[in-house]
């Protein structure tokens, strides 16, 4: 008996559509798990892309944050030397009015109080001819700042025209 029941056993596995079901099964996973396995592959490789866009947009967004604090440094710059070259030009106007002045005064005054202003005017022209070189000096100065400026301006342009065409780039509905 325990031999018979040994073959039914056999017999029931081998005829059973349980085997059949098995073999489908396996030929179904494979069949189901390879539309799966390549969604999970492009799902994988544009979280991939996405978080190189993002790296890449937070790095442009910094790096436009700092030029334009370079390009306010700069327009600080030249705001400051056109305030000093406006303050220049004032005293040099004054010190010309002085001079023209005390020169008119000069045609009028006698010999003792003549030679005081004399050199009262001489140490004018020399202040003035020093207001002079600082005015020089100034736009000089000016001059750079501008450049200067104008060139932290275009990269600031630059980078922002990078940052809108990576934000073009990014997946999503762009403002």
Known sequence: MGKTRCLL??????????????QTTASGDRATNDPLVAEMRLLREALERLTVLVVKSQVSVSRLVVQQQRVAREQDAVDRTEEAIEAADRNQQRTRATVARLSRQLDDVVEEPRAELRREVEGLRADLDDQDRLVASLRVRLSKAEQSLRLEQQSYRELQAALVALDRGLPGPNP
Do not use: K, L
């Open 9 to 22: 056993v056999v017999a029931a596995m081998a005829i059973a559509p349980a085997g059949s079901r098995a």
